[in-house]
């Protein structure tokens, strides 16, 4: 999707929904109504179409559901709307069991007048997958996730067996297959609700309106100001306890914590490390912490000089004190990263060696590039706090610091978010930092997604680094269920990774977010986040 067409979409979006309540209406916290602090405008409600935390957070784990969830414990897959399924001996054929009885939500738009079936599982795969599906180029059409995972070269087929039975072919057999299918884009939509949007002439709404299965309906959104959420009485997983939920959309770290304080708000999404000390100390706070598969870094554009140049690459990776920043930045709730998979991951390489801090070699190699007299270049921050980078400008800002002392003048560059990933995606910078958290537990979802040369055309490379070596080793991963087949191979990976450095891998970072005391049952796991159960007592 352009960058015009993202926020035209947007814009138009929330001129329209604003209009459901009234402007001047005011958030106020009580038993049914729960705020949430959220750091960023969603890119869109469609999540099959998003790609950012804040947009993931604000639809597909508030409005939808998709055919699986994950163990919260184990991290691994259980049913959710495909209540059970079948593998064949080949690995090529996947068959889901459909949940029976589960209602969509309804709008001023479109009332369903019937549960859901494999229909909708039907278009939420095709509308990605087949570019001559009427709604394949609605709303810009770029199905980043889907096309990242592979999944529209893999689903050689999928049928209907009849409501509640819907069968995949696989061109091949993929073990993180399964996992997908939990993911946000995997989020199920209405095929009667598209239909019937089609014959309107409207399309757009089935992304602007969304409806879904999940715990709440979408009510008003207000673009980078709120979003409100009514909850759904037909909910098939139990009631839902609050009836309003509000995003309060509030970049700003401190301004987050400061509403955590005065009440406006009962939840807040990653807080600075800095704010820990604080939150623990005031009794009508509670600082929660998970542990998280993520991995925060600076990525080099490989099709840009200097980066296109493997000794700078690595010259930047000995120039850059990764100890100093995490010991600085992140205050124990992270450790120094040396590889694209997270360090409890299947296939992490414990024995990889890293690039340690040495200014006289990254010297030495910026001479031999030819680099002797320095360059000039930009360094992107982001402009949203994550569990993988709390602090972007401090981090960029030690970075640049650190580049100074072997010649390498960055200059610092932000965007507001949507901005910052729609430049990213088009190779627009020179360096950026930027990271990762896993959607579904298994290693391609880094390995693969991150760093493989399809990934580069549907912008989540942000190195737009291809190497067909290291391309190989991760198709052959997915291809082999035997866990330890697969481990080999991607710590084959991970030393091609080393070896030409298209990152800067600064941080691995524990997942913390904070509560109003009396907030129970609102959680977070490798799903997100989880409001369905989340009250005030």
């Excluded at 163990?71 to 001996?89: G, H, V, Y």
């Excluded at 309804?106 to 997958?129: E, G, M």
């Excluded at 099709?303 to 700078?312: A, H, I, R």
């Excluded at 941080?507 to 977010?513: H, P």
């Amino acid at each position: 999707m352009s960058l015009s067409s993202r926020f035209t979409g947007k814009t138009l979006l929330a001129m329209a929904l604003s209009t459901l309540l009234p402007a001047g209406a005011a958030m106020a916290a009580s038993n049914d109504t729960l705020i949430y602090c959220s750091e960023a405008s969603p890119e869109s409600f469609n999540p099959q179409i998003a790609s950012s935390g804040p947009s993931f957070v604000a639809s597909s784990q508030v409005l939808y559901n998709r055919l699986i969830n994950f163990d919260p414990q184990k991290n691994t897959p259980i049913p959710s709307l495909a209540a059970s399924w079948t593998i064949s001996p080949d690995g090529k054929t996947y068959t889901f069991t459909l949940r029976q009885g589960v209602k969509f939500n309804s709008n001023k738009f479109f009332k369903p007048t019937r549960d859901f079936n494999a229909d909708d599982v039907i278009f939420s795969v095709l509308r990605q997958k087949d570019e001559n599906n009427p709604y394949h180029k609605v709303s810009g059409g770029n199905y980043e996730y889907f096309t990242d995972v592979g999944l529209d070269k893999l689903i050689k087929s999928v049928k209907k067996i009849d409501d509640y039975h819907v069968q995949f072919e696989l061109s091949e057999p993929n073990a993180a297959f399964l996992a997908d299918w939990g993911m946000d884009f995997a989020s199920i939509l209405s095929a009667e609700y598209a239909d019937a949007m089609l014959k309107s002439g409207t399309p757009e709404n089935v992304d602007n309106w969304p409806i879904g299965t999940g715990p709440y309906v979408l009510q008003q959104y207000k673009t980078d100001s709120l979003i409100r959420y009514l909850a759904n009485p037909n909910y098939w997983d139990g009631e839902v306890p609050t009836k309003h939920l509000i995003f309060s959309i509030t970049p700003n770290v401190e301004t987050r914590l400061a509403k955590l304080q005065t009440n406006e708000c009962q939840i807040i999404p990653a807080p600075s490390p800095v704010q820990f000390d604080v939150i623990n100390k005031n009794k009508d706070l509670t600082l929660h912490s998970v542990e998280a598969l993520n991995v925060g870094y600076l990525a080099f554009n490989t099709e840009k000089k200097p980066f296109d140049n493997v000794l700078v690459r690595q010259a930047l990776n000995y120039a850059t004190d990764k100890k100093a920043i995490v010991n600085a930045v992140f205050a124990g709730s992270g450790t120094v990263a040396k590889s694209p998979l997270p360090p409890k991951m299947l296939g992490y390489d414990k024995d990889l060696p890293d690039y340690g801090y040495d200014l006289d070699k990254a010297k030495a190699l910026l001479k031999q590039a030819g680099l002797e007299k320095g360059a000039e270049v930009t360094l992107w921050s982001m402009p949203v706090q994550r569990p993988y980078n709390p602090n972007s400008r401090r981090i960029a800002e030690m970075i640049q610091s650190d580049w100074a002392k072997v010649g390498i003048k960055a200059k610092i560059t932000t965007y507001e978010w949507g901005e910052y990933l729609s430049g990213m995606r088009k190779g627009e910078h020179d360096s950026a930092l930027f990271g990762w958290m896993s959607d579904n537990g298994d290693p391609d979802n880094f390995a693969g997604v991150l760093l493989s040369c399809d990934s580069i055309k549907s912008g989540s490379n942000a190195a737009r680094w291809c190497d067909k070596g290291y391309d190989e080793l991760v198709r052959k991963a997915k291809l082999t269920s035997d866990p330890a087949e697969r481990a080999k191979l991607y710590v084959q990976a991970q030393k091609i990774f080393y070896q030409q450095a298209p990152w800067i891998a600064l941080a691995n970072g524990k997942t913390f977010f904070a509560t109003r005391s009396n907030v129970t049952g609102y959680s977070v796991s490798l799903m997100g986040s989880d409001f369905s159960k989340a009250k005030l007592n």
